[in-house]
């Protein structure tokens, strides 16, 4: 929903706006909007054609009950012949019920004939919290998520490659990477040494023993390891390798705020309720 200020509202947007808080409060009552703005007639005993505003409709033991809403989006509080005219109107186009919403309140007398004839009076304005702001955030809601994750991860010590003993953990952790170490064949083969680490890894996560250290040894290749990351090569005498599996608590948890901010007031006059209108077209009861 588009939302201005009070100042680029128009009578036509008021309109819809209205509708749009009484499609939304009346859809778990079963009440629906059966037409709103200037195309919205209804035809009364009279024969004649009377324009609605918004106009509801709610089924009553399979009857329809109509509501006639009628918007003021005026300068000044609305006067007692706004309520004589659509009061008429009901009569003539049997309306079961009235309401009249306005932007600037209403008059004394026109509260006390409202009441009296059973019309509903009802306020809609921007919200203004007296320092000139027409909006307020607010939190609709407060997200708390958890996360119970256990993250089983290999952990290699040593490579033993006869030559050198590799147990730095960048140098293992840049091993992992195809192009960053191969083994060069004297036939001119190059064989991935991350093919190996795999190997390992998987042969810890079968072994499911978590803190028990395993050292398993592979079949050596005749060759050379060529780590391109230090441009250095070793001798291969043998392929082993040492590690053990662990279990990491990777728990986690998180809270969000879901903000937005107040646009519209609105308040019934005689059920002495209120709801607010946030910019994103969230109504809610403010209690």
């Known amino acids: 929903m588009e939302n ?53 409709e709610q089924l009553d033991q399979g009857k329809p009950v109509l509501c006639a809403i009628e918007c003021k989006f005026l300068k000044d509080k ?23 919403v306005s932007k600037m309140g209403f008059t004394r007398d026109t509260v006390t004939y409202a009441e009296h004839l059973g019309i509903k009076l009802v306020e809609l304005r921007e919200f203004d919290d007296g320092t000139g702001k027409a909006v307020r955030d607010v939190t609709l809601a407060e997200l708390e998520i958890h996360n119970n994750i256990t993250v089983r991860r290999p952990n ?16 293992i952790m840049a091993m992992h990477f195809a192009d960053y170490a191969m083994i060069q064949t004297p036939e001119g083969r190059t064989i991935p040494f991350n093919k190996y680490l795999r190997a390992f890894c998987d042969e810890l996560h079968r072994n499911k023993t978590f803190l028990k250290t395993i050292t398993v040894d592979y079949p050596p290749v005749a060759g050379k390891l060529v780590r391109k990351y230090d441009d250095r090569q070793y001798d291969i005498e043998k392929i082993s390798f040492t590690g053990f599996l662990c279990e990491i608590d990777a728990s986690s948890k998180r809270s969000f705020q879901i903000m937005d901010q107040v646009w519209m007031i609105m308040k019934e006059i005689f059920e002495k309720r209120s709801y607010k209108l946030t910019k994103n077209g969230i109504i809610f009861r403010d209690l």
Do not use: P, R
């Not at 609305?78 to 009249?100: E, F, P, Q, R, Y």
């Not at 290699?156 to 140098?171: C, H, R």
């Open 156 to 171: 290699i010590l040593t490579i033993d490659l006869g030559s050198i003993q590799i147990s730095e953990e960048n140098q």
């Open 78 to 100: 609305v006067a007692k012949d706004t309520v004589m005219k659509l009061h008429n109107i009901m009569i003539d186009c049997a309306i079961a019920s009235g309401i009249i």
């Open 4 to 56: 201005k200020s009070s100042s680029d509202l128009t009578w036509q947007e008021y309109e819809a706006i209205t509708k749009y808080i009484y499609e939304m409060l009346g859809a778990k009552y079963g009440i629906k909007v059966k037409g709103y703005g200037k195309d919205c007639k209804v035809v009364g005993k009279s024969t004649v054609k009377h324009q609605v505003d918004v106009l509801t």
